[in-house]
């Protein structure tokens, strides 16, 4: 990866008032290969796998990083859904490998964080995920919302900025995101549980504004679309013939609160950690996840490693908190 060119004062500008940025070239889409090529192999990997348990047949292994997924899930949904499950990297387990953290760890993208939050001190949320949009397959198509909608309330008026990576171009056809300028000054409005595969929703009647005002969010494959995180946002169906891939990951100040360095100090027989540990001490905006210093001009000393990120994720995902007590939404109703 070559060197970072910084964000301009104009791009500064434009993103804190129209609460996102697209800025197409933040990365040379080569700078994204190792990824791509490690994913795929993962696909392989847990292809082989469910063979060898006799769950798959075909592996589609002549197949494309854009193509072979969907081509695995075509033939069974089950094995296809066990692939995704295993990459989206939720609850801190999931994918995690060096090419991952490279990218998230990236000088090039935290030039474009740093400048954005007018900080040098960047802490980085293991709240990421891996998006593989299969085609016409409504399971990864997102309603309506704020990301803070699923941050605790402490968080509301910090600054959480959502780095929304496109692993393939990403275009109207294969459901790239919608996003409502200007709002994001306001507050975070209702959402309601229960929308599509499970994902908070905000109604069209709360919405901030018009959703007719929405901006579709292309984006090429090296570039990123910056957001904040009351900054209501959505994405649409994949009708092309490929996949859309994605990975989103997230950046706060250092100054915002994190669990930085904060460890479950009981883990108890059935990898549960102390409530308190999520009420009281762990004060992060998404407490399940464990947050980690990415950069820092100040302790260059304390910024975590590869090894220590994974150490933290896993740490984390081995405590499965139940977090339903920070933010309790209604549920959905049908409209
Ligand atoms: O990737 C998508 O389709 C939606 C992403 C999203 O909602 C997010 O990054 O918060």
């Not at 006799?54 to 854009?66: M, P, S, Y």
């Not at 509301?156 to 056809?173: F, N, R, Y």
């Not at 957001?227 to 209501?232: L, V």
Request: proline share 8%.
């Amino acid at each position: 990866m070559n060197t970072p060119t910084p964000l301009t004062p104009a791009q500064i500008s434009f993103f804190h008032e129209e609460g996102y940025l697209i800025v197409p070239n933040v990365f040379d889409p080569a700078d994204l290969e190792p990824l791509r090529a490690e994913l795929h192999q993962e696909i392989n990997r847990k292809a082989r796998q469910l063979q060898t348990e006799g769950k798959l047949t075909n592996l589609h292994a002549e197949l494309d990083f854009d193509r072979q997924l969907a081509a695995i899930y075509r033939d069974s949904k089950e094995n296809g859904e066990a692939i995704m499950r295993h990459l989206e990297g939720l609850r801190g387990g999931g994918f995690h490998a060096p090419q991952m953290f490279d990218v998230i760890a990236s000088p090039k993208l935290l030039s474009a964080v740093g400048g954005l939050l007018g900080s040098e001190e960047i802490v980085a949320s293991s709240v990421y995920r891996i998006r593989p949009k299969l085609p016409n397959i409504g399971r990864g198509v997102v309603p309506w919302h704020q990301d803070s909608g699923y941050f605790a309330p402490h968080c509301d008026t910090s600054l959480i900025i959502t780095c929304w990576v496109p692993l393939v171009d990403a275009t109207v056809e294969n459901g790239c995101m919608q996003i409502l300028p200007r709002t994001h000054q306001g507050k975070v409005v209702t959402h309601h549980t229960g929308g599509n595969a499970g994902f908070l929703v905000i109604k069209d009647e709360n919405l901030p504004d018009d959703p007719r005002k929405a901006i579709t969010a292309s984006c090429p494959r090296g570039g990123v679309v910056f957001m904040t995180n009351r900054t209501p946002h959505c994405s649409t169906p994949n009708t092309s013939d490929h996949i859309r891939w994605s990975v989103d990951l997230r950046y706060q100040s250092a100054e915002t609160p994190n669990n930085v360095g904060l460890w479950p100090e009981t883990i108890d027989a059935e990898g549960k950690a102390d409530a308190a540990f999520y009420e009281k001490g762990n004060v992060a905006c998404y407490p399940p996840e464990a947050d980690f210093l990415v950069q820092s001009r100040k302790h260059p000393e304390q910024v975590t490693d590869y090894a220590e990120y994974v150490r933290r994720r896993e740490t984390y995902d081995r405590t499965q908190p139940n977090f339903s007590a920070f933010r309790r939404w209604p549920a959905s109703v049908a409209k």
